[in-house]
């Protein structure tokens, strides 16, 4: 009997043991899985989920009262200001990290980012602290370099194109230090150079700012076969648009004194530059002239890449650079370019093998005669 009552006991105290609910895994941590999710897609190059990652992070810190809002703060100003150069959405994550400090915050980068997202900006102040903190050893030459260029597209926005001038030619310094890994940064900061001594009329400077792109543009990856298109090709096709527009702003003033485009010998960095397609362009639709550039700078260049087709079609049109970089000029290609066939000269077909790519060069221009 004895037996029976500890069994029932035992087989009571199994029971009651099985009806227990097993205790809940740990939640995730929101402000990590948020800030994972950002660097990821920042690495990758998706600013756009970048953001939304940031302002998650953001939000979910502050939301947990935690110590690291002001560097997740900091995360959000850069990428708002560096990537899509908007500084309005800038400023309040700026002032904030600046403000909370906290760990992680470097209180100089901060005091950078709000100057440069600061309304009046104030492109001077920011030019000397910038030059400050690259002084320093151990820099990130990196953040210093984007503050200027972004800088420096910022003051032409602003339509203060000698501040442009001063802030990308602190790029172009910083680029040089950092060394032949950053050729692509250095492209763009002599091409920013260059287009900001066009507004000035500084157009000696600007070609010799933008033929000097134009040759380290040649060590940077040609490789590009695919039907996308490389940040290579962009950065120089970028160079080459604003010595367009060099050449006809100086033709719209009435000047003839206009440099011409230095002739690159081949080597072996350049030496899969497509070779030039013998072709004749058979227009069926003129380029419209865009009636609302003529309130703005009134010339601009667009370079296009297409495939060209064995019946003479102009197939997968896609804008490479366009300067200066508006709304205007492109639409405009695009809306007739698909209608241009061309003409192969007979007997010679030298970029087949290519498959028969073209980048077509577009001025914009008035004529003042």
């Known amino acids: 009997m004895r037996g029976a009552v500890i069994a029932a006991v035992f087989l009571a105290a199994a029971c009651g043991a099985s009806a227990q609910t097993p205790p809940a895994p740990p939640a995730p941590n929101a402000i990590m899985t948020h800030y994972r999710a950002y660097a990821a897609a920042e690495a990758r190059g998706d600013y756009v989920a970048a953001r939304t990652s940031a302002q998650a992070a953001l939000a979910a810190a502050e939301a947990a009262g935690s110590p690291r809002v002001g560097v997740l ?18 400023r309040g994550p700026a002032k904030r990290a600046l403000e909370l400090g906290g760990e992680g915050v470097d209180s100089e980068e901060a005091q950078i980012l709000v100057t440069l997202a600061g309304s009046p ?16 050893p151990g820099s990130d030459l990196g953040f210093l370099f984007e503050v200027s260029r972004a800088s420096g597209l910022w003051s032409l926005r602003d339509e203060r194109p000698r501040a442009a001038v001063v802030a990308f030619r602190r790029a172009v310094a910083i680029a040089e230090r950092i ?7 250095l492209v763009i900061a002599l ?11 500084q157009f000696e400077e600007s070609a010799a700012a933008l033929n000097r792109a134009l040759d380290v543009g040649q060590t940077l990856d040609r490789n590009n076969v695919g039907a996308g298109v ?11 648009a604003w010595y367009a527009v060099l050449r006809s702003y100086m033709y719209s003033l009435g000047r003839r004194d206009i440099p011409e485009l230095r002739e690159r010998p081949a080597t072996e960095e350049n030496s899969t530059k497509l070779p030039p397609c013998p072709v004749r362009y058979l227009k069926r639709k003129e380029i419209e002239y865009p009636s609302k550039a003529l309130d703005k700078l009134a010339v601009g ?54 498959a028969d790519r073209y980048y077509i060069r577009i001025p914009f221009f008035i004529d003042p005669e």
């Not at 703060?73 to 800038?90: G, I, P, S």
């Not at 920011?126 to 002084?135: N, T």
């Not at 490389?230 to 080459?240: I, M, N």
């Open 301 to 354: 260049t667009v370079i296009v890449r297409v495939v060209l087709t064995e019946d003479g079609a102009i197939e997968n049109p896609q804008i490479i650079a366009t300067a200066p970089s508006n709304e205007f000029f492109a639409p405009a290609v695009m809306a007739a370019i698909s209608t241009w066939r061309v003409e192969w000269q007979a007997g010679s077909r030298p970029c087949q093998n290519r």
């Open 191 to 201: 091409t920013g150079l260059g287009a900001a001594h066009v507004y000035v009329e």
């Open 73 to 90: 703060a900091t995360n959000l100003a850069r990428l708002e200001a560096l990537q899509f150069n908007d500084m309005e959405r800038a």
């Open 230 to 240: 490389s940040r290579a090709e962009r950065v120089r096709g970028a160079a080459d």
């Open 179 to 185: 060394g032949p890994q950053a050729n692509m940064e």
């Open 121 to 136: 900006a104030r492109f001077e102040a920011l030019d000397e602290l910038v030059a400050a903190r690259a002084a320093k």
